[in-house]
């Protein structure tokens, strides 16, 4: 389904067309949280937005009333709590497959990467054999592909940080998640076991994973893994997804470039 936020162009699956209030509120907060420490006023906000002043002023007072905002200083401009908008006494619901502190570092990182390409960004973590999304970044250009969402999940292998996932496993642990999630693969059109071990065979070739028109319909992802495995720090991987025409083979060799050090960064500490 596509939807607009703001002058955004949106093409996202499963979204659900009773949610505009949601998605107004959530725009809102994406920008709030791109701009700290810094915060934003009423106007300012609906500038940014194209959404009505009325409508901003019902959305922040919302959000205020939540924990999610509060107002700054001055008492005119607005900020996130935290770098992720959880407040102290909202701790992230994926606590249990990756730290807060990791977590925080890594949507920073992330909003680093949409500034700079402009295209949306995922975390995706490993649990058992499945990827479950954690956090995503919203990018600038006019059309985002929102291939992803925080608690979705996939069969490992489906979509490119999943198949960034997969790729950084041994052979036979690899090979005994894609027979396990064998039976599942019927809901995805197209998709087989066959099919998602060559991706792997050439994510691994390549050292970084490129999908193109595999889950969603004229996207190209990017995504990567972090090279250094240490002790305490989950499977995880980064990718970045636009319309297939952005994503030109020097491109993609820049972004998993820029992934690779932001995540080096990461587990680095």
Not at 133 to 143: L, P, T
């Amino acid at each position: 389904m596509d939807e607009k936020l703001g002058n955004t162009q949106v093409y996202e699956l499963g979204a659900n067309d009773g949610t505009q209030a949601l998605r107004r509120g959530l725009h809102i907060l994406a920008l709030l949280r791109s701009v700290l420490p810094d915060g934003l006023g009423a106007t300012e906000i609906a500038s940014r937005t194209g959404i009505q002043r009325p409508t901003v002023h019902r959305m922040l007072a919302a959000l205020e009333e939540s924990g999610w905002i509060r107002k700054g200083p001055d008492g005119k401009r607005y900020l996130a709590v935290g770098a992720m908008g959880y407040g102290p006494q909202a701790p992230s619901p994926y606590s249990h497959l990756i730290s807060d502190d990791l977590l925080n570092r890594a949507a920073m990182a992330m909003r680093r990467l949409a500034n700079h390409f402009g295209d949306a960004v995922y975390l995706v973590v490993r649990e058992g054999n499945d990827s479950v999304g954690v956090h995503r970044e919203i990018g600038h250009y006019s059309v985002q592909i929102l291939g992803t969402y925080p608690g979705k999940r996939h069969p490992l292998g489906v979509g490119a940080p999943s198949m960034a996932l997969l790729a950084a496993l041994p052979d036979d642990e690899a090979r005994m998640a894609v027979e396990a999630n064998m039976p599942r693969l019927k809901d995805y059109t197209g998709i087989t076991a066959d099919l998602i071990w060559k991706f792997r065979e050439n994510s691994k070739n390549r050292g970084y994973t490129v999908m193109t028109n595999y889950a969603v319909h004229r996207t190209t992802g990017v995504a990567c893994t972090p090279e250094t495995a240490l002790p305490g720090i989950p499977l995880f991987a980064l990718g970045v997804g636009s319309v297939t025409e952005r994503m030109l083979v020097p491109r993609q060799a820049e972004i998993a470039g820029m992934l690779k050090a932001e995540l080096e960064a990461l587990v680095s500490g």
